[in-house]
Every structure is written in C-alpha cells, then in structure tokens.
C-alpha cells in the first residue's frame, strides 16, 4: 500500500496550490479520501473528506470556500485545490484512506505547505 503525496511548497498569501496523492496497493475506489494537516506544535486536522461511492465532500470551517477536494477513480488518485491561501494554511498535508468497513487507514508520508511572503 502507498500514498504519494505531491504539489507542495512555497506560496504567498492570496495564492494557490494543487496537492495530488496518488495511490496504489489497495482497491482506491472503495475508499473514502481525506486530506488532513498538521501545523507545528498543533494537533493533525481533518480538512477534506470525499466518500468513496456518492463522491459527497466535507469540509473544515477554515478552509470552506476556499478549498476544493476531488478524486479520480480511475487514475487511483485525489486532489485538493486551495485558493486564497493564508499564513495559517502553513502545515504539513497528509492524504488519508479510509475502508470503515474492512476496519483500514493508510497515510500518506506528508507534503509541507509554507504560505508567507
């Protein structure tokens, strides 16, 4: 099992970024998909979820209306568009899988997300 994480780095505020995580290993499609984060210092966050079936999204408050999660069933991978990026969006990103029923969660190894000017 493997998930890659990629698309981080360094961006103004204001500015965008587009994380992808691709996986392989497992059956993608029968997996639910989030994106957590994790700041110094502060506990790992939940930002975006995607279900595996109906493709239904959630969102954290902080980041509604300004990110975007997405997945590709076919290519085995989810995306996470963020706009409007701020100072406090610096974190760590980790792509998640989750199969509640089969009881599994895999992570991904993490991409750093630094927005200053």
């Known amino acids: 099992v493997n998930l890659v994480e990629s698309g981080g780095g360094l961006v103004q505020p204001g500015g965008s970024l587009r994380l992808s995580c691709a996986a392989s290993?497992?059956?993608?499609?029968?997996?639910?998909m989030n994106w957590y984060r994790q700041a110094p210092g502060k506990e790992r966050e939940l930002v975006a979820a995607?279900?595996?079936?109906?493709?239904?999204?959630n969102y954290a408050d902080s980041v509604k209306g300004r990110f975007t999660i997405s997945r590709d069933n076919a290519k085995k991978s989810v995306y996470l568009q963020m706009n409007s990026l701020k100072p406090e969006d610096t974190a760590v990103y980790y792509c998640?899988?989750?199969?509640?029923?089969?009881?599994?969660?895999?992570w991904g190894q993490g991409t750093q997300v630094t927005v200053s000017s």
């Open positions: 290993g497992f059956t993608f499609s029968s997996y639910d």
């Open positions: 998640n899988a989750r199969n509640s029923y089969l009881e599994r969660i895999y």
């Open positions: 995607i279900s595996s079936v109906l493709g239904s999204t």
